[in-house]
């Protein structure tokens, strides 16, 4: 049905969101919403490829990339995962690429209160809206501020997480438990508490995104399924949410493989 380099599935706004497995490197996609309900088998075919450079690696780093990418390219930064601790007007410890860098940092943030497993506070640049909350599998997603540029919004972000959480449990997500929130009253306390600290724009106040995924049903149990310990990955494709397959035989991240070449086919029931 497909063969390719795993990298982060394409995702799009539709009820339910329309997923599409990607090749790395531009070969042809296929969609996956159709394929809901039958047996898939998803093998190794072949080694793991950088999905930045595209050399052999033994090991994949980061999301995909061999270990000189991995320590040469801004996208693999500690200040990607952590925005405050952006380094780029430091004279002993510049920016990976400064043009990279204007590109995707020095551009509008939005700091955002979305629902998955809970609420959370998360951060994504303005062009990244709402593919982020798609790729966490958040059910309900409301933008309160932008910002200027990704310092910014990271400290905005690191002074809420003593007061929100700011990570996703993945497990809950998975099994589809959505709490009630009233993120509209949870936008007033945000603001409260931040008061006057940091120089931002209020976002109007505005119905939340909401979100549906392609489901037959959800699991009561997670178990994960990982290419490093197992040749193959087989299961009847029950739903697809965030970047996970579920399977009826356990739960399979596509972006967490990214750089493993794969094989897929669909087997007999």
């Known amino acids: 049905m497909w063969r390719g380099t795993l990298t982060k599935m394409d995702t799009a706004v539709a009820d339910p969101v329309r997923y599409r497995l990607r090749d790395a490197f531009g070969g042809p996609g296929l969609d996956l919403n159709p394929l809901l309900g039958r047996r898939l088998r998803l093998s190794r075919d072949g080694g793991l490829r950088c999905i930045h450079c595209g050399s052999p690696t033994a090991k994949p780093y980061g999301e995909g ?43 509008p943030h939005i700091l955002y209160l979305a629902v998955s497993s809970g609420l959370k506070v998360g951060i994504t640049r303005e062009s990244q809206v709402p593919t982020r909350w798609m790729d966490q599998g958040a059910s309900l997603a409301l933008p309160v501020l932008r910002l200027p540029d990704r310092l910014s919004v990271g400290r905005v972000e690191q002074f809420l997480a003593g007061h929100l959480a700011d990570k996703t449990h993945w497990q809950k997500m998975l099994r589809h438990e959505v709490p009630e929130v009233d993120l509209a009253a949870e936008r007033r306390r945000v603001l409260d508490l931040l008061g006057d600290r940091f120089p931002c724009e209020v976002l109007p106040e505005r119905e939340p995104w909401r979100f549906t995924y392609p489901a037959l049903e959800w699991p009561s149990k997670v178990l994960s399924r990982n290419l490093e310990k197992e040749e193959a990955v087989e299961g009847r494709l029950l739903a697809i949410k965030g970047q996970y397959w579920i399977l009826d035989r356990g739960v399979f991240n596509v972006r967490k493989h990214s750089a493993w070449c794969v094989r897929l086919t669909e087997v007999a029931p």
């Open 65 to 107: 990339s061999c270990y000189p990418c991995f320590a040469r390219l801004p996208q693999n930064d500690i200040c990607i995962v952590k925005p405050e601790l952006c380094h780029f007007h430091q004279e002993a410890n510049p920016c990976r690429d400064p043009d990279w860098g204007q590109t995707h940092c020095f551009r």
